[in-house]
Antibody
Framework: EVELVESGGAVVQPGGSLRLSCAAS????????MHWVRQPPGKGLEWVSLITWDGDGIHYEDSVEGRFTISRDNSKNSLYLQMNSLRTEDSALYYC???????????WGQGTMVTVSS | AIQLTQSPSSLSASVGDRVTITCRASQGISRALAWYQHRPGKVPNLLIY???SLDSGVPSRFSGSGSGTEFTLTISSLQPEDFATYYC?????????FGQGTRLEIK
């Protein structure tokens, strides 16, 4: 079964840091581009970042550029998101997502909650 | 960055109704668009890619059309499980973006 399981969400103070992890199983992880997508409470979906299968291609949404770092370890079938200088507006459910057919997002994890609050 | 604007933001309809949701791009994007369904308490589900291609396992009552700047998602005959929020999403043009969502509610 294809599965993505996120972890690492927590309550953190503004200006703090957090590292999210995503464990992939049931498919050839190193064949796929992977994304992070978030959903703030009561709001819509927001794309955050992507990394290509080999780690050579990386893109970020403008508001997280310079603060967040996406990475992957294909030997561990794992995706990561290092989040620094966190702001209250970063509070959201963070989904790990696989990019599948024709670059659409075809497999989603259940999400991990990040709350930035003093 | 390219913006995606969905209309309407919310919609009330009945089981059996035909509904159409529109997504407009701030500049031409060819057919680089996907549609997702997001039910409360569930994860988003891919419905349509390349503007009009139905993802595997998605019921045929869902269809997508359009190219350039205007796109539509149509549900031909609403079923109870279709009441959800629907999002369009830019594909392969960075930064990627989602529309703000259309909430489909039971009348």
């Amino acid at each position: 079964e294809v599965e993505l399981v996120e972890s690492g969400g927590a309550v953190v103070q503004p200006g703090g840091s957090l590292r999210l992890s995503c464990a992939a199983s049931g498919f050839a992880f190193d064949d796929y581009t992977m994304h992070w997508v978030r959903q703030p409470p009561g709001k819509g979906l927001e794309w955050v970042s992507l990394i290509t299968w080999d780690g050579d291609g990386i893109h970020y949404e403008d508001s997280v550029e310079g603060r967040f770092t996406i990475s992957r370890d294909n030997s561990k079938n794992s995706l990561y998101l290092q989040m620094n200088s966190l702001r209250t507006e970063d509070s959201a459910l963070y989904y790990c997502v696989r990019e599948g057919i024709r670059d659409a997002l075809d497999v989603w994890g259940q999400g991990t909650m990040v709350t930035v609050s003093s | 960055a390219i913006q995606l604007t969905q209309s309407p933001s919310s919609l009330s309809a009945s089981v059996g109704d035909r509904v159409t949701i529109t997504c407009r791009a701030s500049q031409g994007i060819s057919r680089a668009l996907a549609w997702y369904q997001h039910r409360p308490g569930k994860v988003p589900n891919l419905l349509i890619y390349d503007a009009s291609s139905l993802d595997s396992g998605v019921p045929s009552r869902f269809s997508g059309s359009g190219s350039g700047t205007e796109f539509t998602l149509t549900i031909s005959s609403l079923q109870p499980e279709d009441f959800a929020t629907y999002y369009c999403q830019l594909i392969n043009i960075y930064p990627l973006t989602f529309g703000q969502g259309t909430r489909l509610e039971i009348k």
